[in-house]
């Protein structure tokens, strides 16, 4: 019998019965597992077309909960996909979520045109966007696109060009002075930094 095994090849002699017994019981019970376990072999992604989830094919943000829930920032919206159904999740006006992030203790929160906010539960355990800008003074509640949130343990920092804030359950918002647009927040060692045009990096930790 010839095998071949990672480009060479080897002469093996049966020599025994026990031997042949052997490699035809290998054989039988390797042809039992693939016919039981049909994705055997098969690359464990699964593609959805945009028609599928009934909105544009264009994602900017992706989170996956404490429950396995998976949530997209879309060009038309957010929808989750709990591995069966997809769901568009209202929000208070049509727009692109651009961002999400997720806190300690499983709050998800969402920035995108014109909106800034966090999901929580209604009545009937739905997701239910509650938008944080009506805690803005009223000259400031009107904001661009919300492309970047991160989360620390002091809050939600949220940045839009022409805004950048704080929130959390105790405070509520924190507006920080604008010295130039605000570009993409990130989190290093705990610390927040964002993106200033025309000045560069700053850090916004203990302000």
Known sequence: MLWRCGGAHYNVVLRSAAFR??????????????????EAGQFLFQKYESRVYGASPQNWAVLE??????????????????????RR???????????????AAGRIYVGGQGMAGYLDGDAQGAPRFVSVLDQLPEAQRR???????VVNADGAYFSA???????????????FPAKGDFRRAFILDGAVYVVVKGVGLRSEERR
Do not use: C
């Open 89 to 103: 999740i209202p929000l208070p006006k049509a727009g692109t979520v651009r961002a999400l992030a997720m806190d």
């Open 21 to 38: 017994y052997a490699i035809a019981v290998s054989i039988v019970a390797t042809g039992v597992s693939a016919a039981v376990h049909r």
């Open 161 to 175: 060009p022409d805004r950048f804030f704080r929130w959390n359950p105790k405070d509520g918002v924190k507006p």
């Open 143 to 149: 904001i661009g696109n919300t492309g970047s949130v």
């Open 65 to 86: 909960d404490t429950r396995g829930i998976l949530y997209f920032g879309n060009t038309e919206g957010l929808i989750s996909f709990d591995g069966v159904q997809w």
